[in-house]
């Protein structure tokens, strides 16, 4: 398809996106045009898209695993009142597992042990893998070869982050040495692990008062952001 001028290539990624059922990569946004437009020429496209929809309920984001148009996080709780549905709930011990893996990885269990002071169990593990949060990325030389945990794109893409960069920083959350003791440490150096990642929920791990209460007392995890998708 012969594309006129950028504002024909503009409304046409403009409906893909909206159409779309998952995340846009550029590659795919690239066979849009037959490879003819360069993924600078879609970034700009992309920007220009974003300005359009800037002041509406639904904007433009680009997230672990592409772009996606989604709600805004003030209007979702309107939105949330036509399809009420409890959010799913976590464990303190699931929740500080997490962050300790999205902060520090990649991680063994082992690791986690170390900085939270208690056992890991499997179960713990398995339901962030199961959510498609965490995922074994490899194994570290060490005896046994521990397998290494590390975030996903999926975990990204719920949190509606685009890289691991835009977590808030440590100094910005509730946490202390008093109560993950190790997690402001420095990184390990690469010879410390068989792989590094290239690339999790809002500032969420408890205060020195919740912590003083039952470890698996649950959490509500907040509503993901609608998509746009199209009608069936």
Do not use: N
């Amino acid at each position: 398809m012969d594309i006129l001028d950028t504002s024909d290539a503009a409304r046409i990624l403009e409906a893909a996106l909206l159409c779309a059922h998952q995340p846009m990569t550029l590659r795919e946004m690239r066979q849009l045009f037959d490879d003819t437009v360069s993924a600078d020429g879609v970034r700009s496209m992309l920007s220009r898209i974003q300005d359009q929809w800037s002041a509406k309920g639904v904007v433009l984001t680009e997230v672990g695993s592409g772009w996606r148009f989604q709600t805004r996080s003030d209007i979702q709780a309107h939105l949330d009142r036509l399809h009420p549905e409890k959010p799913p709930k976590y464990s303190r011990a699931t929740l500080e597992t997490l962050a300790i893996i999205a902060y520090k990885q990649p991680v063994t269990r082992g690791d986690i042990e170390d900085i939270r002071g208690v056992t890991v169990s499997s179960h713990i593990v398995k339901s962030l893998e199961d959510r498609g949060w965490v995922e074994v990325i490899g194994h570290r030389d060490a005896p046994g070869r521990p397998a290494l945990f590390a975030t996903t794109k999926q975990f990204l893409d719920d949190l509606g982050l685009a890289s691991l960069s835009q977590l808030p920083t440590l100094d910005g959350l509730p946490v202390s040495q008093a109560l993950l003791p190790g997690l402001d440490e420095p990184e390990p150096s690469p010879t410390d692990a068989a792989e590094q990642v290239e690339d999790p929920l809002q500032p969420f791990l408890a205060t020195s008062d919740d912590l003083a209460s039952s470890e698996d007392a649950p959490f509500e995890a907040s509503p993901e952001p609608s998509f746009i998708s199209p009608a069936p």
